[in-house]
């Protein structure tokens, strides 16, 4: 069975991942979000649950046992030491997972949502890069409306992802999100299109036993 071609999505926080993941749904598209894949290997009672309160305490839990995450986020943006443990200790599980998502697909296409791709340099794996673009000032602007931080720490939480450039030279595609829905809507029906196009090229290639080869084009220059 051919493997579906993967659609990288990826942001800064609160740039609109979820709404641009939520229109492609709307279209069909298969959405995995590693946020949730995140959610549920620390899901009440699991071996990493279990692995994360040994490294970080019991103080990361809430009064029902599950993970207290606003908790777990604020210890690991103020401490990059704790961020890299955390990593270490969920992404082997989230891999595992994303994998067999993709695996049990039988769509041409799959959106992988993943926040911190250009962190963890996994772009390659990949088929193609699209990138959801917003200013910073509306970035800040979203995040304490949204999740009511501080301004300072809603601040400390952009500044400890990779940059605005950092993610824009690994897109293959980039959507501004700062038009309206109606516009959005249209350029996702245009992306739609055209990773339809290149998922039958990769079934092709596939099924002529041409070797696996990324459809991404080289990071462009913004």
Request: with cysteine; aromatic share 2%.
């Amino acid at each position: 069975m051919t493997v579906p071609f993967r659609i990288g999505l990826t942001g800064g926080i609160a740039s609109g991942k979820s709404t641009i993941a939520l229109l492609f749904a709307k279209l069909g598209v298969p959405v995995i979000d590693t946020d949730q894949l995140a959610r549920d290997v620390v899901a009440k009672g699991s071996p990493i649950l279990t692995q994360v309160i040994e490294k970080f305490g019991v103080s990361v839990l809430s009064a029902d046992g599950s993970l207290n995450r606003t908790e777990l986020r604020r210890r690991i943006f103020e401490d990059p030491q704790q961020r890299t443990m955390l990593e270490q200790l969920l992404h082997p599980a989230i891999r595992l997972a994303l994998e067999t998502a993709v695996a049990a697909s039988s769509a041409p296409y799959v959106l992988i949502v993943i926040p911190l791709l250009a962190e963890t340099g996994r772009a390659t794996q990949c088929d193609r890069v699209l990138v959801v673009d917003c200013p910073p000032e509306v970035q800040l602007r979203r995040l304490l409306a949204r999740d009511h931080e501080t301004k300072l720490q809603a601040e400390r939480m952009i500044a400890a992802q990779a940059s605005r450039s950092s993610r824009l030279a690994i897109a293959d595609d980039v959507l501004q999100n700062t038009e309206s829905v109606r516009e959005l809507e249209t350029a996702v029906l245009g992306l739609h299109a055209k990773y339809l196009d290149l998922a039958a090229q990769h079934r092709v290639a596939a099924t002529a036993g041409i070797p696996g080869k990324s459809h991404r084009a080289p990071p462009k220059e913004h």
